[in-house]
Structure formats: C-alpha cells, structure tokens
C-alpha cells in the first residue's frame, strides 16, 4: 500500500504542477488555455533524451528540460498574443493536439515507442522522503505565486484580467505580462513534465493527449480563482478521488470510461456553478 | 497529379457534408460547439443499430435516426445553448462544456457498442470510375456532389431568400432581430435542426461509405471548424470551400512533408486560421 | 448559507462518485478461499476499454475460464485475479501494476495484449520480482528485457522476418510498398520486414505510417500507387486493414496484399468486404481450433459452454497464460521466485494454443502457418 500511495502522491505533485501552470494563465490574465501539457511533454521529453541518450546528469538534464519548456512557453504566448476569449482557448488546444502528433512522428521522441530506463532526479534510495520533498517544493511554489499575486506585479496583472482596455490606458505592460506568464507556465508545466518522467520512468506520446488536461484543468475551475495552494489541494484531491476507484478494488471496466464520465460531468456542473454564482456576485455588486 | 487530387477531392467531399452543418449552427451561436461531431457518430452508431442488430430496413432506420439525432442537435443549439447565454456563459465557458460534453458521449457509445467500429456499406467492393487520373466510386460521387449542391443551395437560400436573411440577422444580433419583429425562437430552432439533420445525414452516408468509431466526433469537430473559418467570408455555405481546401492543405503536407503528419496538418490549420481570423489589430502595439 | 449550500453540493458530488466507486465494486466477482485452502492472487492488467478493448475482453474470457477449471480442480488453493485496465496506455499500466504489487499482493500478473504498455509495465514487476507473462505483446523490444517477463505469443522479429521471406521467395514479388500503423507494433513490423525483404533482393518502394484512428487512407494508398509496387504490406490491425483493402480496390490497385496475423478477425470481412479475399498474411501463433489436440479440444468445449460461442486466438492466448501461472503455483508454490523458475523451464507445454517452449528470453517459438482469405473464410494459403 505504501509503495502505491506513494506513486499516487507524485501523481498530485505531477498534477498539481500542470494545475499551477494552467492557473498562471486562466487566475492571472483571465485566459483559459489547453496547451500546458504539450509544454509538458517537451519538459518530459527533453528530460529523457539528456539523460538516456546523452547521459547527462539528472538534475542538469532538469535544468534545460524546464528552460526549453520555459522558451516554449513564451514562444506560445507570443504566437496567441493578439487572440482572446474561445479563440485563444481553441488555438491552444491546435497546439496541444498538434504537439501531442509531432511527439509521435519524430525520431528524437523514440516516436510511437516513446524513452524508458528514465534515471530518477536524485537516485532510487528513500523514495518516501523524496515525494515528501517533492510535495513541499510544490507548496512551495503555490507560495510563491501568492505573495507574487499580492505585490505590484500581480495587482496590474488583475487590474488586465478584469478590465483590459481599462488597464491599458493607464500603462499597464500587457505584453511583457504575457510573455512573462508564458514563460513561468512553460516552467511550471515543464518541471510537472520532468517529474512524470522520473515518476513512470517511461514517456511516450499518450501521456501527453489534451485528453489529460481534464484533471488540472478542473482543479483550477473548482478552485475558483481562490489561492494557488487551493488550486494545488483541489487537484492532488481530484488526483486521490479519480484514484479511488483503484483503492476500493472497483470493476476496472466499469470504472474507466464511468471514472472519466463521471469527472466530465462534475467538472460540468462545477464550471456551469462556478460562473453562476460569479455572475450573481457582480450583478450583487453592481 | 490527377489521382492526388481527386483522393483530396473525395476527402474533402465528406468534411464539406460534416462542416455544413456545423457551419449554419455557428452562424447563429457563434460557439465553437465541439461536440457538433458527436451527432455525426451518434447517427452513425444509431443507423447501425437499427438497421444492423435489429435488422430494419434503411427506409426505416435511416429517417429514424435522422429525426432522433436532430432532436438531439435542436436540443443542444436551439435550448441548451441559448440557456446558456441567457444565463450568462461565456462562449469559452460553452467551448469547454462542449468538450466534456464529447468525451461523455464518447464513452457512452464506447461502452454501449464494446468501442466496436461499424460499418454499415455493402460487402461487394466495386472498382472505382476513373476520373481525371484517379477513381471514384457511384457513392463517393454522390457524396462530392451532394456537398456541392447542398452547399450552393444553402449560399443561394442565404443570401437570396428571407428565411436566410433572417438567419443572418439573428446570428448577427438577436435582440435587434427581435426588436425588428423576427420570431427569434423560431428561427434558431429551424436552423438548428437543419444544422442537425446535415450533420446527422452526413455520419449516416459515412457509415455506408467506411468505417466511425466513437472517437471519431472530435476529429470532425475539429475538422468542421477549421472548414466554417477558413469559408467565413463566405458564409455559411464557404464550409464547402474551406472543406476543400483544407483537405488540398492536408493531402499537400502527405506528399511533400510526411504522411504521418496529416493529422497535424488539421491542428496546424486550426491554429493558422484562428491566428488570422482573430487577430485582434485594435489593440494598441506596446511602444 | 450559499458557502454552506456550496460546500453541500460538493461532499454530495463527492460522495456520490465514491459511493459509485464502491456499488461497482459489487460487478466483480468475489472468490474467497474456500475452507482449508489458500487463496491465490493473480493479476492482470489488460486493455479492457480503448482501441483494443476487444482483445482485453476475449484475454478475460479465456483467463476466467482457466481460474473457473483451476478452482474446481485444486486440493490445496483458491485463485483469483484482481483485473485492471491499462486503456492501452503505458501509465495506467505503471500504476496498475503497482496497486496490483502493493495492494493486491498478486504473485503473477497477465498483460498487457499490447506492447507499449508492457514495455512500461515489466521493469516495475521486475523491481517487485513478480512475474509477468503476455498473451500477445509482441515487441522485439521485450525479447530478454527481463528474467521475470514470458509471452505466449511470437515477436515480431519471427513475423516480420517470415513474411519478408515469403514476399521475396514464395510470392515473387520485386517492389513492396508498407503502410504501417503508426504505433509500436506497426514500426516495430515495418523495420523487421524492410530489413528482410531488401536482405533478398527487394526493394521497399514507400513506407507511409498513418494514426490509429484513421479511417480515410485514400491519399496514402494514391501515393503507394504511384511507386508502383507489385506488393502491398499491411502492418496494422483488423480495422484499418479491412478499411485500407476496400479502399485500394475501389482505387483500382491490383498489387498483392500482405498482412499480418492480427488481421485475421471477422471485422476485416465485415469491413474489407470482398476486397479482402486473396489476403496473404502469416498465422504466427500456433493456433488450430480444428486441432485434434487434447487440450485444444478440451478448452474450445470448455469455453463454448461458459459463453456459448467459439474461443478465437485471444481468448486462447489468455487461457493459456492463466493456466501457466496456475500449473507453476501447483507446482512449485505461490511465490514470485518459483513461479518464474517454473516457468523458464517449461517445456513442451500443450496449451489451447499449442505447444509452449520458452527460450532464455521468456520467448516462445511458434510454428507459422500462412493463411490467406477466400470467399470470406481465412483458410491456409495454398500456392
């Protein structure tokens, strides 16, 4: 049991991650985007490259494994600077889908077979002590965002979420916004794509499918726009939850599509509330 | 050269039946509704089970499932979506839910027929007509130029008669229509189940033409709406066009890129005409 | 009182997908030790939804058979397989396998049908010695990747070898196109049967991979057409084989059609219609349901009084795999160690489909049989 509640709890921190990126976009510029596992995936893959092929050490490998998704990070934000609203949305899922079909077809990703014999981080000894880690890194970095979220920078940041044009004729630097939050979701998404590597020990192009998003994407909307920790729980206990059927032995036939109708259909309703009742509150206040 | 072609040209025969009606539905709602390829599948799946497992005849099963998946269209454009908006969601709030709303159906019909594909065509495979260097069998002829008709139909009744005028009026800006006296009601609801009926009578002629698998809604919404983009300036009925090209764009990166990148050269049309179509040019450059 | 009503709504939500979680719990059968004996776990981890959740579902089927025989016949243990689903996806594989390890304590696992998630799945068992044994993973890759991994089923190194062979020697032919799809097992063909096939003489004329749920190949078989091959090599699955011979006949392509042994499954006639008669592909598993065989016969009458229908190769190879891991815990005791002693040293084995040998690798060598489709009926190929 301890061996898979651990490997269960560095899928939350994997989520998580993913979640955090998602919310840099979606709880800061107000954008919904579906790209950040496909930043993932260059993360994860950049990863397993250095480190099998070129047998770099793992903590460098990292390194540039998160800066290349940082790079590409910003590079998708400079590509959807002019879009917005389910425009945005949906050229971000091209690049999701889109990536998700380059990772199959190029040699470098080992193609359809994908890389294994992924080394892990920091060696195979104490693995309790390194999810432990990994956990604290992450709520950590949920920290972070929040005190970033209460200084200046983050204050202009609401102020373009909430009234762009408005926030615009006052100065506000809506461009150097974007490419900063593209570049620290691209690293965020990055690290959540190093860190399945090191978890599976294996990537392959599936593990990057749109499809995947469902979770942290939820997480961020059952979160409602609240602090970034509250994003990473709600997604380490949309993680637990989905997982749960594994814990209580469910007919695994039944619960497969069940599980993912059944979250679709919560993230639904969730999303449907959410707006609501968001709606209701500024009517209240207007 | 030819044969290149006109294997483009039967391809993009079906994306300009499925891209249809998607394309009059999003004239009204302007919502990417994702789960559009779902009524495709669902005729498809629903045609078979009627015709196949329960042994009707096609003269029954196949207006049966018409008039089932239209009253599932008409519901989803003409009640759920208008609610919606009624209430307040955001067109991206509706993109979303039209995704979970896809992978819901997917399951279900996954589950439902064992994720078995169907396929409901003749066992008698006949030899194609050659045509302009390549072949076209009877079917795929009728589909080509069903796509042409019904869209030339559907360019003229738009811009030529009052109901598409209507359409147009609604779609561009309901609350006026109303105040100008259109039953606003009314016409989203004949444009809805037309919408359905197109896309529903498309998943069926699919069925008989090769195989749908459940999964095969999202390819087709993706598809539909790279086609109604790239048509755009031309309306509804420029889905034809945009079907046409994009399936030229597609064969095009099969041949001179690489064959396994013909799915991508779907995800990639879909960014470049989300790209220019939405380019928002008013937004002052940061100096 | 909306935040209370909110909080309401999601432990409802919450609760609902829980208790859901626990009422299905209720589908799966439940075999308890019976008294006195000692109750045996096995896994099997299986592509029960997804693509190819048909072959997930006929492995099922064989393996409850060989379970349901088992318990009937055993003095001493009581067996039972906790099942999960991979979804043909090498992470839900890692992650069954390790609830299955930990959890469920099984001492042998079954799986997976394909070969992306069996390549992620064994090093994990391998950490946890547990054996691990495929029906039908058929990855070179596989070959020796563990001293805990066995398959029932031939790599593709013997089929795609063979089948080079048979184009070059028995059919003659001088130029193949490959259509491949494009997962492991259809790279994994095109790259043994390319290398063969050019070994003597041929030449491959072109090579196009296209996605698993593609159903339009129109453009690509145009292109083939244009090289001109005499022969056409499918390296894919029972659906898209079925779609692609359709389409090449109604394109006018006369080139002889080569296949593999998965398209042998009546949806390719359903779906390649008479297209698909004159078929050549290679039977690799060793399988005869008309074997006169006794433990041939026995299964097939077996399992047509359990499900009232015939078993296929699937099932077969599912039934087969149980049976192993059940004679080695008969034989030697439930333990992973002894388990794969056994099971490296079986030789000769007469199961459902045929004989089993394993060699150093956890590989089994089949006789392979070639086959063609006539009037609808996969029959053997005769010159």
């Given at each position: 049991m301890v061996d898979l509640t651990l490997y269960v709890l560095q899928l939350c921190v994997v989520v998580g991650l993913l979640a955090l990126a998602i919310s840099f976009y979606t709880d800061g510029l107000g954008y919904v985007v579906l790209h950040p596992f496909a930043l993932a995936g260059v993360g994860a893959y950049v990863f397993a490259v250095l480190a099998t092929?070129?047998?770099?050490p793992p903590i460098l490998g990292a390194l540039a494994a998160v800066s290349s998704a940082a790079l590409s990070g910003l590079l998708c934000a400079e590509a959807i600077r002019s879009l917005r609203g389910d425009g945005l949305t949906l050229a971000t899922f091209g690049i999701g889908v889109g990536s998700f079909e380059l990772f199959r077809q190029l040699d470098i990703t080992n193609s359809v077979f994908g890389i294994g014999s992924i080394p892990s981080l920091v060696g195979d000894g104490g693995r309790a002590w390194q999810v432990g880690v990994a956990l604290l890194a992450l709520l950590l970095a949920a920290g972070l965002v929040r005190t970033w979220r209460r200084s200046v920078g983050g204050t202009v940041v609401a102020a373009l979420r909430m009234d762009e044009w408005g926030a615009l004729s006052v100065g506000a630097p809506l461009v150097a916004h974007q490419r900063v939050t593209g570049l620290l979701a691209g690293a965020v998404a990055g690290l959540g794509g190093v860190y399945l590597a090191v978890t599976a020990r294996f990537v392959e192009p599936r593990d990057f499918q749109v499809s995947g998003l469902l979770v942290p994407l939820g997480a961020v909307i059952v979160a409602g726009g609240r602090t970034p920790w509250g994003v990473v729980v709600v997604a380490g206990g949309i993680v637990l939850v989905s997982q749960g059927a594994r814990f209580v032995g469910a007919s695994p036939v039944v619960a497969g599509p069940l599980t993912e109708i059944a979250i679709a259909a919560c993230l639904a309703a969730v999303l449907v509330f959410t707006r609501l009742r968001q709606l209701r509150r500024d009517n209240a206040r207007g | 050269m030819g044969s290149i072609l006109v294997a483009a040209i039967v391809s993009g025969s079906i994306y300009a039946l499925v891209s249809l009606g998607f394309a009059l539905a999003f004239r009204i709602s302007?919502?990417?509704?994702?789960?559009?390829?779902i009524l495709l599948v669902t005729a498809g799946y629903l045609n078979y089970w009627l015709a196949v497992q329960h042994g009707l005849s096609p003269w029954i099963s196949v207006p049966t499932s018409l008039a089932l998946v239209g009253a599932l269209g008409l519901t989803i454009e003409a009640v759920l979506i208008p609610a919606a908006k009624t209430a307040g969601l955001k067109p991206v709030d509706l993109l979303l839910l039209s995704w979970l709303m896809l992978l819901i159906v997917q399951d279900v019909l996954a589950i439902a027929f064992e994720s078995q594909s169907i396929y409901v065509g003749a066992s008698q495979v006949r030899e194609g007509w050659a045509v302009f260097g390549g072949r076209v069998t009877p079917l795929q002829a009728l589909i080509v130029a069903t796509s042409i008709l019904v869209g030339a139909a559907l360019f003229l009744i738009i811009r030529r008669s009052a109901t598409g005028q209507e359409v147009l009026a609604v779609g561009d800006d309901p609350r006026l229509a109303m105040i100008c006296g259109l039953n606003v009601k009314k016409i989203i609801g004949l444009n809805a189940a037309a919408a359905a009926l197109l896309t529903a009578g498309a998943g069926i002629l699919m069925s008989y033409q090769e195989r749908l698998d459940p999964t095969l809604g999202f390819r087709f919404s993706v598809i539909a709406i790279v086609s109604t983009l790239i048509g755009f300036p031309l309306g509804p009925a420029g889905a034809v066009v945009g079907a046409y090209v994009l399936a030229l764009f597609e064969t095009l990166v099969l041949y001179?890129?690489?064959?396994?990148?013909r799915d991508a050269a779907v995800y990639a049309g879909l960014f470049l005409v989300l790209v220019w179509t939405y380019r928002r040019s008013l937004v002052p450059p940061e100096g | 009182m909306s935040r209370v009503r909110d909080h309401l709504l999601a432990c409802t939500a919450l609760g609902t997908f829980l208790l859901l979680c626990v009422a299905t719990n209720g589908c799966k059968k439940e075999e308890g030790g019976a008294r006195g004996k000692t109750l045996v776990t096995l896994g099997a981890v299986l592509p029960l939804t997804g693509e190819v959740a048909n072959w997930g579902k006929d492995s099922s089927n064989g393996v409850d058979l060989a379970i349901d025989e088992a318990n009937r016949r055993s003095a001493k243990y009581t067996f039972r397989v906790a099942y999960e689903d991979s979804k043909g996806k090498a992470a839900e594989a890692v992650g069954a396998v390790r609830k299955l390890v930990d959890?469920?304590?099984?001492v042998g696992i079954i799986g997976d049908n394909i070969s992306g998630p069996t390549v992620a799945m064994v090093p994990v068992a391998d950490a946890a010695k547990v054996p691990v044994i495929s029906p039908s993973a058929s990855s070179p890759k596989l070959s020796g990747m563990s001293k805990y991994f066995f398959r029932v089923y031939p790599s593709d190194t013997a089929e795609g070898g063979f089948m080079a062979e048979v184009a070059a020697t028995k059919l003659g032919l001088k130029k193949v196109a490959i259509l491949y799809i494009n997962n492991d097992f259809g790279v994994g063909l095109r790259d043994v049967f390319s290398k063969g096939f050019t070994a003597k003489g041929g030449q491959i004329v072109s090579a196009q991979g296209y996605n698993?749920?593609?159903?339009?190949f129109r453009p690509y078989l145009t292109r083939v057409q244009e090289a001109g091959p005499d022969g056409i090599y499918l390296a894919g699955y029972y659906k898209d084989g079925g779609a692609i011979l359709k389409q090449a006949r109604e394109l006018g392509i006369n080139a002889r059609f080569l296949g593999s042994t998965t398209h042998e499954d009546p949806q390719l006639i359903t779906i390649g219609g008479d297209a698909a008669d004159g078929l050549v592909y290679p039977?690799?598993?060793?399988?005869?349901?008309?074997?006169?065989d006794k433990a041939v016969v026995d299964f097939n009458t077996a399992f047509k009084t359990k499900y009232g229908k015939g078993p296929g190769l699937i099932a077969a190879l599912g039934y087969d795999c149980a049976s192993l891991l059940v004679d080695a815990i008969e034989a030697r005791g439930p333990s992973g160690e002894t388990i794969r002693d056994f099971l490296a040293n079986t030789k000769g084995y007469h199961g459902a489909t045929g004989e089993i040998t394993f060699d150093e690798s956890g590989d089994v060598h089949k006789p392979i049989l070639l086959k063609t489709v006539q009037a609808g009926k996969f029959v053997v190929w005769k010159p």
């Amino acid at each position: 049991m301890v061996d898979l509640t651990l490997y269960v709890l560095q899928l939350c921190v994997v989520v998580g991650l993913l979640a955090l990126a998602i919310s840099f976009y979606t709880d800061g510029l107000g954008y919904v985007v579906l790209h950040p596992f496909a930043l993932a995936g260059v993360g994860a893959y950049v990863f397993a490259v250095l480190a099998t092929r070129y047998q770099w050490p793992p903590i460098l490998g990292a390194l540039a494994a998160v800066s290349s998704a940082a790079l590409s990070g910003l590079l998708c934000a400079e590509a959807i600077r002019s879009l917005r609203g389910d425009g945005l949305t949906l050229a971000t899922f091209g690049i999701g889908v889109g990536s998700f079909e380059l990772f199959r077809q190029l040699d470098i990703t080992n193609s359809v077979f994908g890389i294994g014999s992924i080394p892990s981080l920091v060696g195979d000894g104490g693995r309790a002590w390194q999810v432990g880690v990994a956990l604290l890194a992450l709520l950590l970095a949920a920290g972070l965002v929040r005190t970033w979220r209460r200084s200046v920078g983050g204050t202009v940041v609401a102020a373009l979420r909430m009234d762009e044009w408005g926030a615009l004729s006052v100065g506000a630097p809506l461009v150097a916004h974007q490419r900063v939050t593209g570049l620290l979701a691209g690293a965020v998404a990055g690290l959540g794509g190093v860190y399945l590597a090191v978890t599976a020990r294996f990537v392959e192009p599936r593990d990057f499918q749109v499809s995947g998003l469902l979770v942290p994407l939820g997480a961020v909307i059952v979160a409602g726009g609240r602090t970034p920790w509250g994003v990473v729980v709600v997604a380490g206990g949309i993680v637990l939850v989905s997982q749960g059927a594994r814990f209580v032995g469910a007919s695994p036939v039944v619960a497969g599509p069940l599980t993912e109708i059944a979250i679709a259909a919560c993230l639904a309703a969730v999303l449907v509330f959410t707006r609501l009742r968001q709606l209701r509150r500024d009517n209240a206040r207007g | 050269m030819g044969s290149i072609l006109v294997a483009a040209i039967v391809s993009g025969s079906i994306y300009a039946l499925v891209s249809l009606g998607f394309a009059l539905a999003f004239r009204i709602s302007s919502v990417f509704n994702l789960a559009h390829g779902i009524l495709l599948v669902t005729a498809g799946y629903l045609n078979y089970w009627l015709a196949v497992q329960h042994g009707l005849s096609p003269w029954i099963s196949v207006p049966t499932s018409l008039a089932l998946v239209g009253a599932l269209g008409l519901t989803i454009e003409a009640v759920l979506i208008p609610a919606a908006k009624t209430a307040g969601l955001k067109p991206v709030d509706l993109l979303l839910l039209s995704w979970l709303m896809l992978l819901i159906v997917q399951d279900v019909l996954a589950i439902a027929f064992e994720s078995q594909s169907i396929y409901v065509g003749a066992s008698q495979v006949r030899e194609g007509w050659a045509v302009f260097g390549g072949r076209v069998t009877p079917l795929q002829a009728l589909i080509v130029a069903t796509s042409i008709l019904v869209g030339a139909a559907l360019f003229l009744i738009i811009r030529r008669s009052a109901t598409g005028q209507e359409v147009l009026a609604v779609g561009d800006d309901p609350r006026l229509a109303m105040i100008c006296g259109l039953n606003v009601k009314k016409i989203i609801g004949l444009n809805a189940a037309a919408a359905a009926l197109l896309t529903a009578g498309a998943g069926i002629l699919m069925s008989y033409q090769e195989r749908l698998d459940p999964t095969l809604g999202f390819r087709f919404s993706v598809i539909a709406i790279v086609s109604t983009l790239i048509g755009f300036p031309l309306g509804p009925a420029g889905a034809v066009v945009g079907a046409y090209v994009l399936a030229l764009f597609e064969t095009l990166v099969l041949y001179v890129v690489d064959p396994g990148l013909r799915d991508a050269a779907v995800y990639a049309g879909l960014f470049l005409v989300l790209v220019w179509t939405y380019r928002r040019s008013l937004v002052p450059p940061e100096g | 009182m909306s935040r209370v009503r909110d909080h309401l709504l999601a432990c409802t939500a919450l609760g609902t997908f829980l208790l859901l979680c626990v009422a299905t719990n209720g589908c799966k059968k439940e075999e308890g030790g019976a008294r006195g004996k000692t109750l045996v776990t096995l896994g099997a981890v299986l592509p029960l939804t997804g693509e190819v959740a048909n072959w997930g579902k006929d492995s099922s089927n064989g393996v409850d058979l060989a379970i349901d025989e088992a318990n009937r016949r055993s003095a001493k243990y009581t067996f039972r397989v906790a099942y999960e689903d991979s979804k043909g996806k090498a992470a839900e594989a890692v992650g069954a396998v390790r609830k299955l390890v930990d959890v469920d304590k099984v001492v042998g696992i079954i799986g997976d049908n394909i070969s992306g998630p069996t390549v992620a799945m064994v090093p994990v068992a391998d950490a946890a010695k547990v054996p691990v044994i495929s029906p039908s993973a058929s990855s070179p890759k596989l070959s020796g990747m563990s001293k805990y991994f066995f398959r029932v089923y031939p790599s593709d190194t013997a089929e795609g070898g063979f089948m080079a062979e048979v184009a070059a020697t028995k059919l003659g032919l001088k130029k193949v196109a490959i259509l491949y799809i494009n997962n492991d097992f259809g790279v994994g063909l095109r790259d043994v049967f390319s290398k063969g096939f050019t070994a003597k003489g041929g030449q491959i004329v072109s090579a196009q991979g296209y996605n698993e749920d593609q159903t339009d190949f129109r453009p690509y078989l145009t292109r083939v057409q244009e090289a001109g091959p005499d022969g056409i090599y499918l390296a894919g699955y029972y659906k898209d084989g079925g779609a692609i011979l359709k389409q090449a006949r109604e394109l006018g392509i006369n080139a002889r059609f080569l296949g593999s042994t998965t398209h042998e499954d009546p949806q390719l006639i359903t779906i390649g219609g008479d297209a698909a008669d004159g078929l050549v592909y290679p039977y690799s598993t060793g399988y005869d349901e008309d074997s006169a065989d006794k433990a041939v016969v026995d299964f097939n009458t077996a399992f047509k009084t359990k499900y009232g229908k015939g078993p296929g190769l699937i099932a077969a190879l599912g039934y087969d795999c149980a049976s192993l891991l059940v004679d080695a815990i008969e034989a030697r005791g439930p333990s992973g160690e002894t388990i794969r002693d056994f099971l490296a040293n079986t030789k000769g084995y007469h199961g459902a489909t045929g004989e089993i040998t394993f060699d150093e690798s956890g590989d089994v060598h089949k006789p392979i049989l070639l086959k063609t489709v006539q009037a609808g009926k996969f029959v053997v190929w005769k010159p």
